[in-house]
């Protein structure tokens, strides 16, 4: 039997699309080595130092010598403050045993779809939806079912357009809410007829909720999936949140039933967690939330900042974000292909931006911008942009 060559892959590995957002940052670090002063706003990392008191914990957790494996469910001290914190928060009791620690919650979902997921099974997802969700889907041989969620409808999905998408091989609705890269909040009636839906659906459907931005809304608190069903799993975190993307910690909320075949998978994959991040959790849940609401009110002062000037440059933004910290501007007027057009900023301005099409077809033609960089930076990046884009309009009028 012929080998294969080096590099041709499995199947799975090759559907794997790039993640532009992360190829624009490398392209802009590239620039920055070069001695150009870059203005990032790609990523979705807020700029903020990790709160001192989890930093200390950490410190502390080493200190104590806390560095072996733990329980492949995650420390039962942060477990136990998961639960407490939904408990407080949305009113929803769950069991501390319910709740799987991850390293992000990259690795959450590639358990999770490896677990729920048949070939051939499909998840519903928005469109425009986080770049890598499909990737997570095919990767455990699903199938991704696009729903279209346009900005004239607010970004939204509406029970309407999601129950013509549900069928006997639905195993899942993704949700996402505060969404990236929209910045859309789903309201509480919506969540609960998604559920209604979900429960009712010919097939065996789960929803699967991304809670990751909880704690970053601007209109009111945002609501869990679990306040209207207990048919779902929720993937949170502490990297938004909390400043804490570089500590990889997050978590799996799921159904009594599945649990133990999570943490088979876990067992087998990860073993668990760093046990000092998990010590800093701890004190991130129960000593931290000052700091959150600080972060909360930084991110909406940049938010109306960055919104008026996109809208004064001549990008549109009708629907405004109310969670997380993006806005997906539409571009079209001048360029129809965001990944070219996001390039050509990068490589004009030096200001990093993410292309749309990096979010579904939904996005193209539009381009995502973080505001999780300082006020001042964010004043440059719109003045350079603003510079940029006149000269780019009075150039094609000459043509």
Known sequence: MARRAFGDLARRTEEITPFLAVEVFERAEALARQGHDVIHLEFGEPDFETPAVVREAAVRAIRDGRTKYTHSLGILPLREAIAEHYLQSYGV???????????????????????????????????????????????????????????????????EALGRRLGPRTRAVLLNSPANPTGMVTAPADLSAIADLVESAPGDAWVVSDEIYHGLSYAGPAHTILEFTDRAFVLNGFSKAFAMTGWRLGYLIAPKTHVRT????????????????????????????????????????????????????????????????????????????????????LTTTHVAVTPGVDFGPGGEGYLRFSYANGLERIREALSRLGGFLAARSRRKEEL
């Open 93 to 159: 009791a769950i069991s501390p045993d319910q709740v799987l620690i991850t390293a992000g919650t990259s690795p959450a979902m590639l358990l999770l779809f490896t677990g729920l997921l048949g070939t051939g099974d499909e998840v519903v997802l928005t469109d425009p939806h986080y770049a890598c969700y499909p990737n997570f889907v095919r990767y455990a041989e699903g199938e991704p079912v696009l729903t279209p969620t346009p900005e004239a409808e607010g970004w939204a999905l509406s029970p």
């Open 262 to 345: 999570l943490q088979r998978l876990h067992q087998n994959f990860f073993i668990s967690s760093n046990e000092f991040v998990q010590w800093a959790g701890v004190a991130a849940l129960r000593e931290a939330a000052g700091e959150v609401s600080r972060f909360r009110a930084t991110f909406d002062a940049r938010r109306r900042v960055m919104v008026d000037g996109l809208r004064a440059i001549g990008l549109g933004v009708r629907a405004e974000p109310t969670g997380a910290f993006y806005v997906l501007a539409d571009a079209r007027r001048f360029a129809e292909r965001s990944h070219d057009f996001a390039f050509e900023i």
